[in-house]
């Protein structure tokens, strides 16, 4: 392994047995003839993978997909079934809540707990002691056992464990989800300490945002197969696909229209995607055109801050729908969504429409980003039976630069108004 590699993964796989009964598992192993009664469960195929030191590693895929097996495996904690692990550096682990925590133990003691698990001495961890419950800030339930605190109090005993023990590889399982606003900003404030110095992180989580926002490598995990690795940008895009056509067919098999599955009348998709963008769907409905237009109606690629600008699509519906939907949403080039709207969220109905009609919807408003470079999504979706169908979802289909000025920093325009006063403070003077 490169002394550059954090981790080192080579054609992992991890294989359970599945017994149809508990009892089988008794007769499989006293038969005389050794037959055979369970099924094998692959959780994981084939997995190689390298991930450089100081990389945040993004880890995407359905519940199911293998994600966790991978990351205990890891750890440390499973052992393949095929293939090997290397690791370089003390690695600290938050994986699914309370893992590695007696439950009759007090929180105290668990902290010690914690530390002799990872080799590291008890005077070492009295002197780290007050850090990790300061960060916990669980208060007096630090001497209380485990089995009586709330998920959010697991999860930050658990976060505040594994960040003081000085990790060179740092593996943050979805526990995050579970704090409150509050304690998640800590979390990704240290997060953000750990990537400044250097350190390895790898991080599960189904907020493609969160993916996009704060990891610099990635991967799409399926059935225990890597589908993507690469740009976090790329990984989303190929997730968000695939749970795209895979709400459509659980639609089909909810008793829907049947649409989800295929193009309406079977009629051969003609779509054409642009350079750059990534597009699918059921072909219920066809969005041929979306623009981006200026204030005056004008097509446009720059947008000044603070100006009136319009974006513009053309559907053509391929079938019948009572309850279409369209919008958009304005991300960063490497695929954060910033804002956006759409004719649902904004009560605009455009249905009931009848197959072969076509719609123009248009969104007015004012630019409300700092200058930079944007990208549009759209998408034209409906629900079918509880479940939301995109019939064509079209990523990346608009870029733009917002320039100019405005006065306030970060993406989004504060718009402030700033005035200053004076006040001539009143002193009482004695002779």
């Not at 005389?32 to 190689?48: C, E, N, Q, T, V």
């Not at 009586?148 to 594994?162: E, Q």
């Not at 968000?240 to 459509?248: G, V, Y």
């Amino acid at each position: 392994m490169s002394s550059e590699t954090a981790i080192s993964i080579r054609d992992v796989s991890k294989s359970y047995r599945m017994y149809p009964a508990p009892v089988d598992r008794m007769k499989e192993l006293l038969h005389p003839f050794g037959k055979k009664y369970h099924k094998d469960f692959w959780a994981l195929r084939d997995i190689s993978l390298e991930v450089p030191k100081g990389t945040t590693f993004g880890i995407v895929g359905q519940n199911g997909s293998g994600k966790s097996t991978l990351l205990q495996i890891i750890a440390g904690i499973l052992t393949p079934t095929t293939g090997s692990v290397e690791v370089s550096g003390r690695i600290s682990a938050l994986l699914e809540l309370g893992a590695g925590f007696n439950k009759e133990f007090t929180g105290r003691e668990n902290v010690f707990l914690q530390g002799a698990m990872r080799g590291i001495s008890r005077e070492e961890m009295e002197e780290r002691f007050d850090s990790i419950a300061g960060f916990a800030d669980i208060g007096h339930f630090i001497d209380q056992p485990v089995r009586k605190y709330s998920s959010g109090m697991y999860v930050r005993l658990a976060f505040a464990c594994a960040i003081n023990i000085d990790p060179e590889i740092l593996i943050v399982d979805e526990a995050l989800a579970v704090g409150d606003a509050m304690f998640q900003r800590r979390c990704y404030r240290r997060l953000e300490e750990f990537q400044k110095s250097g350190k390895t992180i790898l991080f599960v989580s189904h907020s493609v945002g969160t993916i996009t926002s704060i990891c610099t490598q990635a991967m799409f995990l399926d059935r225990g197969r890597v589908v993507l690795a690469g740009s976090p940008k790329e990984v989303v895009n190929a997730y968000s696909k695939a749970l795209a056509e895979r709400e459509a067919e659980y639609a089909r098999k909810m008793g829907g229209t049947g649409a989800a599955a295929k193009p309406a009348d079977n009629v051969e998709d003609e779509r054409v995607k642009e350079p750059g963008e990534v597009r699918f769907g059921a072909g219920g409905a066809e969005l041929k055109s979306i623009e981006l237009l200026n204030g005056n109606g004008e097509p446009a690629t720059l947008i000044e801050a603070g100006e009136p600008y319009i974006i513009k699509a053309k559907v053509l519906f391929k079938r019948d729908m009572e309850e279409p939907n369209l919008g958009f949403t304005i991300k960063t080039l490497n695929g954060l969504e910033l804002s956006g709207a759409s004719t649902d969220s904004t009560k605009t109905p455009i249905g009931p429409v009848k197959k072969g009609e076509v719609r123009e919807i248009r969104f007015d408003q004012k630019m409300n980003l700092n200058p930079g470079q944007y990208a549009i999504t759209s998408s034209v979706a409906e629900y079918d039976k509880g479940t939301r169908v995109f019939h064509d979802r079209r990523l990346d289909v608009v870029f733009f630069k917002v320039i100019g000025t405005t006065g306030s920093y970060g993406i989004v325009n504060s718009g402030s108004s700033v005035s200053v006063s004076a006040e001539k403070e009143e002193h009482s003077i004695s002779n």
